[in-house]
């Protein structure tokens, strides 16, 4: 198991969620490695921590898709898999095309201000070699469309969705060379929003989370060549 993580007490937070976030982001930074498995006793010695909220966090993270619970052996870090990715793509890119249908609807110009400067933000940041940070900064931009739908059980899947697309979304990221077209695309959708041109926000839309995708199977594929 990792040694290089260990557990950053926060008042603000009740335990559980300090011991989810520990080992998210240890498994987000590949800390705790694919295939790892996760063991309640080693976790909670580790950590200095019972074993509940070692179990509550594995349950979280298994709901997040970043651990899965294999009969007869238990909790290990889920593999970072080509079909996976497909297949929660397949779904974000459906309602990410809803999302921004809705917001050309029904976004205002204070949303649409909103929406530039979160983008400017991101832009900003990209120097960073914060992955967690830009990723953060990313979800913010899509967070405003989001918002714009006002449809609180299509926000909802969306942001249960997104847990799951995080630990591709800093794959993504991880490739600098790609913030050019991603920077592109992000204003592209802006103008379309802007403009109240549903057809052309579903065709940006649609073309970024593919261009998401191909990057990010790129690179499932290279490390398999290499594994």
Known sequence: MGTDFEVTMNEYLPLRDVVFNTLRQAILRGELKPGERLMEI?????????????????????????????????????????????????????????????????????????????????????????????????????????????????????????EQMYRYRIEYLKKKECYPQLLNEHQTIIDAIAGHDKELATKFTSQHIKNQAETVVGTIREKEENA
């Open 42 to 162: 080693q976790l909670a010695n580790k950590l200095g921590v019972s074993r509940t909220p070692i179990r509550e966090a594995i349950r979280k993270l298994e709901l997040e898709g970043l651990v899965l619970m294999i009969p007869r052996k238990g909790a290990e870090v889920a593999e970072i898999t080509e079909k996976n990715l497909r297949d929660v793509l397949e779904v974000r890119c459906a309602l990410e095309e809803l999302a921004v249908q809705l917001a050309c609807d029904r976004m205002d110009e204070e949303g649409v201000r909103e929406l530039r400067a979160a983008a400017e933000t991101f832009e900003s940041i990209l120097n960073s070699d914060d992955i967690t940070q830009i990723a953060q900064a990313d979800v913010a931009f899509h967070d405003i469309i989001y918002a714009a739908t006002d449809n609180r059980r299509l926000i909802q899947l969306l942001n249960n969705l997104r």
